[in-house]
Nanobody
């Protein structure tokens, strides 16, 4: 059974940084695009960043120039580097795998999801 495990979340002050990791098992990781989504209380889940099998990246406008997505196929791990964090970035962050290479900031394109990791940014 495919499993995605996120880590790296936590509490950070505004302006700080965090690095999220997502490690996959029982899946041919390199065959999938990797996406990061987030969901704040009382808000819909939104796509934050995605990276295709070939390394093409996509970002939501709200995180461009602050978040960087990357992947290590040998480690079956995806990463989300976040800098200059703002209180508005507070949410549960989820990673996901998709067999698509487009529309990757939309959740319906994803096949597998992790359980999420909490990111809290204090002002």
């Amino acid at each position: 059974q495919v499993q995605l495990v996120e880590s790296g979340g936590g509490l950070v002050q505004a302006g700080g940084s965090l690095r999220l990791s997502c490690t996959a098992s029982d899946v041919t990781f390199r065959s999938y695009s990797v996406g990061w989504f987030r969901q704040a209380p009382a808000k819909e889940r939104e796509g934050v960043a995605a990276i295709t099998r070939r390394g093409v990246t996509f970002y939501a406008d709200s995180v461009k120039d602050r978040f960087t997505i990357s992947r290590d196929n040998d480690r079956k791990t995806g990463y989300l580097e976040m800098i200059d964090l703002e209180p508005g970035d507070t949410a549960v962050y989820y990673c996901a795998l998709s067999d698509w290479s487009s529309e990757l900031l939309l959740s319906p394109t994803y096949n597998y999801w992790g359980q999420g990791t909490q990111v809290t940014v204090s002002s």
